[in-house]
């Protein structure tokens, strides 16, 4: 396309049996000449072979001596305090001695390292003198492309008026993409040129090391492809003993590979000026010309001024189309955001209604993945196909961020599925939980016009030289495999989503916290108040229930029949609401007190509370059932007691048939999930892997529960029968025991058949 050369194997000289790059081959071209100065005294070290031929001195007559050989005084000392105040790289103008006369030369300033590189030309008055002077011209340009908004329009006017100011046969601009191959976007030619708009050029006419050298901003003019490079004398720099490296050198020499890559394309002069934005090599304005082309070294200056106009502007011009775009893009996750904010499932509300999340990145179809969870929206890949899918990209993942327009090239399995995802884009939620959407393009053909075949390859020929590719005509390839690409402001959107749920979920995390806190606190002030409230009312309860009883002691002769029955009901009445008290405050001192967690065998435990109940309720003589022993459990074994009491005591109480009888049992779950996964062929764990988790039962033949009652049960006072029947009771013994439970880190439930019998089950670990 313009200076395939430096740094690349493929554009580099052979030496010998190593590959030399050119801007160490001490080579320069011919219409300029080259002085290397020591920085501390500007002694001169080195001087190009064609000095003689423009200043009328030998090589033998400068080298050693000091540049002031070649300057008045005045010039010399300017050009010394220059040194001391200006950067790395400046222009100036010099006016040289000659033992025949003045010459006035326009010069480039490089200090790179210890040296002074000075580049020289004569400061010459082009043939055609152009209508406008350079600097109106440039005015007018840079006006009238101020004028221009559209992005399009602005680079074809820039491409125009560069033609115009050069007069070169051909000038293209040429951005590049994310790979470094890139395409003309722009043209200005010769009516009777083929055009090259359009086609496109693989990365390797332009390596990336001539790309950084691009990218500091520098014009490279090579007036005459054909012209003969001028060596330096010394080769070697005689302080370093070193080739000189030349890469900040306009006048640096030009790679035969490179001459030859521009001569298969008829091309005998070029001009490049580097567009650089935000310090990136965005493109080039690229000048060919079919016949040798000199340049003034003002239209140079005026060419690279003109370059950092249109780099400056390229932001500020606008493709319409992409704006419309981008304003639509940007409505849709506004209006997403807002619902995703207002719900509390985070997985329905990416995934309803299904085509924002699609619409949000131009996708076909996606996937919210949450832990284990996947949920497909569109045309998407299997479920087991997405998992695998994310274990291959999540470590290529940076910044949050994984994008392919080409996945099958990268991950040959996609192939199964390219017709829905040859493009992927996977945003990565949360770094700690496996978080991810994942949007998916469907494989596009493209056709592609490239000049030439772009498989062509460099081959070296006879002798170690290198031959580019010959042919640059119109060439096009059918693309697979890939989709259409993902633009720059979807990827931003993809972001900015990411941003909106990580902002969303930590500002409801925040919220729980607090609901939680003031939860925690409720519960703490409620338990606290029904333990007061319990113990201080047992009190006056007292005093009523004493009271009574000595009503009926003393004054029993004169009170009637009616008044001794309604005392009497007074104390039964006492005894009562104490018993439920009672209860409540033993409710309450379960949210208070701490655990006494120990090893305990839950035999001993079942041992007692049954010799107990066997006492308190003599008529009843139940068949008890332990189809093995109860395992040693870490629990606080006078509330596991608790527990278990009121269980039992319900399985002896509600039980009208004949023949009574209780099945006290457990399952370890471990064990169980073993069983289930030889029966399913998977592969066993250890024992000692999984923490032994027991689920126990108190299974009875009894009058059961109504399935509608299941839940009532496990409710403060809440009875399900009359006060006096199956022997009373408070109603409070199975909320009390699901308590207990829950602060053992377990649950408590009931399963039930009316009429048949009841299994209370609840965990411990």
């Excluded at 054909?226 to 060596?231: F, T, W």
């Excluded at 925040?510 to 002030?525: F, G, V």
């Excluded at 000595?550 to 009637?560: G, I, Q, R, S």
């Excluded at 022993?629 to 509600?654: G, H, M, Q, R, W």
């Amino acid at each position: 396309m313009s200076d395939p050369e430096i740094g690349h194997p493929h554009f580099a000289r052979m030496a010998g049996s190593q590959a030399e790059p050119v801007q160490f081959s001490g080579l320069i071209q011919p219409y300029g000449l080259l002085l290397v100065l020591n920085d501390s005294d500007l002694k001169i070290l080195q001087v190009s072979a064609n000095i003689e031929d423009y200043l009328g001195i030998t090589p033998q007559d400068l080298l050693n001596r000091s540049l002031q050989v070649l300057l008045e005084t005045s010039s010399f000392e300017a050009f010394q305090q220059s040194l001391k105040s200006a950067n790395d790289f400046y222009s100036l103008t010099l006016p040289i001695l000659t033992p025949t006369d003045k010459r006035a030369f326009n010069g480039m300033v490089h200090r790179v390292r210890n040296f002074i590189l000075l580049e020289l030309e004569p400061a010459l008055v082009p043939v055609e003198t152009p209508l406008f002077s350079i600097q109106a011209q440039v005015k007018r340009a840079i006006a009238q492309l101020k004028r221009e908004s559209s992005l399009n329009e602005f680079l074809q006017l820039a491409a125009e008026e560069v033609r115009s100011l050069t007069g070169f046969d051909r000038v293209m601009v040429y951005q590049f993409d994310g790979q470094g191959a890139g395409a003309v976007i722009a043209e200005a030619k010769k009516a009777d040129l083929p055009s090259y708009l359009g086609l496109h050029y693989p990365a390797t006419d332009i390596p990336e090391p001539v790309r950084q050298l691009y990218q500091q901003g520098q014009v490279r003019f090579i007036p005459d492809l054909n012209a003969p490079a001028v060596e330096m004398i010394p080769a070697q720099n005689p302080v370093t003993q070193q080739s000189l490296d030349l890469s900040p050198i306009a006048l640096r020499g030009v790679d035969p590979c490179c001459v030859e890559y521009h001569q298969n394309m008829g091309v005998a002069a070029i001009l490049v000026i580097s567009l650089v934005r935000h310090e990136t090599l965005w493109g080039l304005i690229s000048c060919h010309h079919y016949h040798p082309k000199w340049l003034s070294y003002g239209i140079r200056e005026a060419c690279e001024l003109l370059g950092q106009f249109v780099t400056s502007e390229l932001s500020n011009k606008v493709n319409y189309e992409e704006l419309d775009y981008i304003v639509k893009l940007r409505s849709l996750q506004s209006a997403f955001v807002e619902s995703i904010s207002q719900v509390n499932d985070l997985k329905e509300a990416l995934v309803n209604p299904e085509p924002r999340l699609l619409e949000l990145v131009n996708a076909q179809g996606s996937a919210v993945c949450l832990e284990d969870e996947i949920v497909l929206v569109g045309a998407t890949p299997t479920v087991e196909q997405v998992k695998a899918l994310i274990q291959w990209a999540a470590p290529q993942i940076r910044d949050t961020l994984f994008h392919t327009d080409s996945l099958p090239k990268l991950y040959p399995d996609a192939s199964a599925y390219k017709e829905v995802a040859s493009g992927l884009l996977l945003l990565q939620i949360s770094r700690v939980r496996q978080y991810y959407i994942l949007w998916f393009r469907p494989e596009v053909l493209q056709t592609v016009d490239w000049a030439g075949n772009p498989s062509d390859s460099v081959q070296v020929k006879a002798g170690g030289a290198l031959s580019p590719r010959q042919s640059f005509a119109r060439w096009q390839e059918t693309v697979r495999l890939t989709s259409l690409p993902w633009k720059s402001y979807e990827l931003e959107n993809a972001l900015d989503l990411r941003n909106a749920i990580v902002g969303i979920v930590l500002r409801k995390a925040d919220e729980l916290t607090r609901i939680n806190q003031e939860l925690e606190r409720s519960n703490q002030e409620l338990d606290s108040f029904a333990y007061v409230a319990s113990h201080d009312l047992k009190e006056p309860l007292r005093g009523i229930h004493n009271y009574s009883k000595l009503l009926l002691k003393d004054y029993a002769e004169v009170l009637d029949e009616p008044g001794k029955n309604r005392l009497q009901t007074l104390v039964r009445l006492t005894r009562r609401m104490e018993s439920l008290i009672d209860a409540l405050l033993k409710f309450s001192r379960l949210g208070q007190a701490e655990l006494n967690l120990q090893p305990t065998d839950l035999n001993q435990l079942v041992d007692q509370v049954l010799k107990d109940l066997c006492i308190s309720h003599p008529d009843r003589h139940p068949d008890i059932r332990r189809p093995r022993s109860l395992p040693i459990v870490t629990c606080d074994p006078v509330l596991i007691n608790e527990v278990l009491t009121n269980l039992l005591s319900n399985a002896f109480k509600y039980n009208d048939k004949a023949e009574q009888w209780i099945e006290i049992g457990f399952i370890e779950r471990n064990r169980e999930l073993e069983t289930k996964r030889r029966e399913e062929g998977l592969p066993s764990n250890s024992q000692d892997s999984i923490p032994s988790s027991y689920l126990f039962y108190i299974r009875d033949n009894g009058i059961g529960i109504r399935e509608r009652h299941l839940e009532v049960v496990f409710r403060l006072f809440k009875r399900l029968h009359e006060q006096n029947l199956y022997g009373g009771g408070t109603g409070a013994g199975l909320t009390i025991a699901r308590k207990i439970i829950e602060r053992h880190g377990g649950q408590i439930w009931v399963e039930s058949t009316y009429g048949e019998g009841s299994t209370f089950f609840f965990t411990l670990q």
